[in-house]
Nanobody, 123 residues
Framework: QVQLVESGGGSVQAGGSLRLSCAAS????????MGWFRQAPGKERERVASINSIDTTTYTDSVKGRFTISKDNAKNTLYLQMNSLKPEDTAMYYC?????????????????WGQGTQVTVSS
């Protein structure tokens, strides 16, 4: 059974930082592409960042230069370092893991999903 457990969310003021973690079990983080998604009230779920098996990363434009996705293969854990947070970053953040080694997770794809962790940024 694959399990993804997010942690590290919370409430911060604008300009602050948080680091989200996604601990995986029953799944080898180093072998697959993984990503972070978020969903704010009234908005569709969007992919924030992804990282593949050779550490190639992608980011949505709104977080480039502020967020960094990474893996610690020894700990089998995915991270999202979030700096210079803005109120518009407020959302539920979800860890996702691809089921197919050829592709990265997508919002509507057949991914494994964590339960989510809330990030709230006040102005």
């Amino acid at each position: 059974q694959v399990q993804l457990v997010e942690s590290g969310g919370g409430s911060v003021q604008a300009g602050g930082s948080l680091r989200l973690s996604c601990a995986a079990s029953g799944y080898t983080v180093s072998t697959y592409c993984m990503g972070w998604f978020r969903q704010a009230p009234g908005k569709e779920r969007e992919r924030v960042a992804s990282i593949n098996s050779i550490d190639t990363t992608t980011y949505t434009d709104s977080v480039k230069g502020r967020f960094t996705i990474s893996k610690d293969n020894a700990k089998n854990t995915l991270y999202l370092q979030m700096n210079s947070l803005k109120p518009e970053d407020t959302a539920m953040y979800y860890c996702a893991a691809a089921r197919d080694r050829r592709f990265c997770p997508s919002s509507v794809g057949n991914n494994y999903w964590g339960q989510g962790t809330q990030v709230t940024v006040s102005s």
